[in-house]
């Protein structure tokens, strides 16, 4: 099916086999693979919480689907630049934590980036403020946005304790910078944050965990997946943002989208479809 194009102009300007480069207005925004993780099909459910069996693959034997884990990075001509997320470090499976190749093969220093701003504070999400072999990822990092219920989690990761001092807690609502809005979703955890981008061109909504199987949730957004806190809560942000988004022509980051992650979303039957950047 053919879809218009939603009204925001985005230019891609770079891509390889881990990064996507794109300029909206005067940004550039980067979405960048930490890697990826397979976990169980099983987790994806029904409303009235029956497993929902059709992401079940005949290749795989254990009935695993595998979500990307993508950070995404803005900057307006070399200034306020902000790493959306940054990935599960050493924390997790060894398919993770490839943030710092990424930026490489990006050709972005590590050593400009000044400020994070966290989605929520599970650990594929904040581990990566250490690479995988215990180093600190950003040498020059002063500030850690995140959300104020989220907070609590993230002081109880041991060690990370070394970024305690540079948390600045948010809420929904908080206007960040003339440009950046930090927008509460939800459901999947405490303090879980969304962070809208106006490129002057259109908006881009950072959304985290709003969706985590892509091939199963647009079409049917009803659907909820296991690993949220409150999976009635997550399903109500989910449906609400995805209307509000494809109303307005936002176009959406998500952590766990496909490559590269960054797309507009339009309305398919009784649903709705993702066209990816690129």
């Not at 962070?195 to 061109?201: A, Q, V």
Request: hydrophobic residues 40%; aromatic residues 6%.
């Amino acid at each position: 099916m053919n879809h218009p194009l939603g009204r925001l102009s985005v230019e891609v300007l770079s891509q390889s086999a881990n990064t996507l480069g794109c300029a909206s207005g005067s940004w550039k925004i980067w979405s960048l693979s930490d890697g990826y993780v397979d976990l169980p099909a099983e987790s994806l459910r029904y409303p009235n919480n029956k497993i929902c069996r059709q992401t079940e693959s005949p290749q795989r034997e254990d009935s695993l689907v595998r979500l990307s884990v993508n950070c995404f990075l803005f900057d307006h001509s070399g200034i306020d630049r902000v790493l959306i997320d940054c990935g599960a470090g050493g924390s997790w499976d060894p398919s993770m934590g490839h943030l710092e190749e990424a930026m490489a093969e990006a050709g972005i220093d590590t050593s400009s980036i000044t400020m994070v701003a966290l989605t929520h504070a599970h650990g594929d999400h904040i581990n990566g403020l250490l690479t995988p072999d215990g180093r600190r990822a950003f040498n020059n990092l002063s500030k850690i946005m995140i959300g104020e219920d989220a907070v609590e989690g993230f002081l109880a990761e041991p060690k990370l304790a070394e970024f305690r001092p540079l948390l600045a807690p948010i809420n929904g609502g908080d206007r960040l910078a003339d440009h950046l809005l930090a927008v509460a979703i939800p459901g999947h955890a405490p303090g879980h944050m969304g962070y809208l981008l106006s490129t002057g061109e259109g908006d881009i909504l950072f959304c985290g965990d709003l969706i985590h199987v892509p091939a199963a949730q647009f079409a049917r957004p009803e659907l909820t997946w296991a690993y949220d806190d409150d999976e009635s809560t997550a399903r109500a942000s989910r449906i609400k943002l995805l209307q509000d988004a494809a109303d307005a022509n936002t176009w959406l980051a998500g952590a766990h989208l496909g490559r590269p992650g960054l797309g507009r979303i339009v309305k398919e039957g009784q649903g709705y479809a993702f066209i990816p950047a690129a």
